[in-house]
């Protein structure tokens, strides 16, 4: 019986690519809130020196993270018209990519942004902030606080669904009040999410609005 030859040169299948850094290093980041690159690689089963081929270094793992994150988006609502429709329904994608990958948020925002699938949907809420009226001085304030604003929203879906509980002996009557107005104590953060969008929205068709 004759034995069969191992194929010499390259393999077909690359055994580390971006992609699979990218899936690695985020299943690392949700487990454990964070990643070395030794770490990675004994994840990938490979050598750390391998990893550098493919990025550069950490600061080029947390961007592939954010490819991952933004992959997990839906740019499609931004082709919508009008304008608040389409960046409102683009913003409860994000809320929900990032509710989903909490640990993963102090990594993305204090890194800087430089993936284009991020910076595309960012163009097109700028031109559509443009079209509105709204100066292109204001464009990056604006998408700025709401994204700070939707951030803190996906954060708040993994918080207790009490959040607040005024402690035996502590003089609170108007925060009491307020709690036990509210109409119901459950989806708060739900609810919470779409009274402040509305509110960001409102502010900006105002803005847009008033004349120059």
Do not use: C
């Not at 509105?132 to 708040?156: C, H, K, Y």
Request: no cysteine; hydrophobic share 45%.
């Amino acid at each position: 019986m004759g034995t069969t030859q191992r194929r010499a040169g390259r393999p077909r299948t690359a055994v580390l690519d971006r992609r699979r850094i990218g899936e690695a290093a985020l299943e690392l980041v949700d487990e454990t809130g964070d990643f070395t690159l030794p770490e990675l690689a004994r994840r990938l089963g490979v050598q750390t020196g391998s990893l550098y081929h493919h990025v550069d270094g950490r600061a080029g793992v947390i961007e592939l993270l954010r490819e991952q994150i933004s992959n997990q988006m839906d740019p499609t609502p931004l082709d919508r018209h009008p304008w608040d429709v389409a960046m409102g329904a683009f913003f409860r994608s994000y809320r929900a990519v990032f509710a989903a990958h909490p640990r993963v948020v102090p990594l993305l925002t204090t890194a800087t942004i430089r993936s284009p699938k991020v910076i595309a949907a960012y163009d097109k809420m700028a031109a559509q902030l443009a079209d509105s009226g709204i100066p292109t001085s204001r464009a990056m304030e604006i998408l700025t606080a709401m994204e700070n604003f939707v951030i803190g929203s996906a954060l708040d879906l993994a918080a207790p669904e009490v959040m607040w509980e005024i402690p035996e002996g502590v003089e609170a009557p108007h925060l009491a009040a307020a709690l036990a107005a509210q109409s119901t104590s459950t989806d708060r953060a739900e609810r919470a999410f779409e009274v402040g969008m509305a509110t960001l929205l409102a502010a900006v068709r105002a803005e847009a609005a008033a004349p120059r």
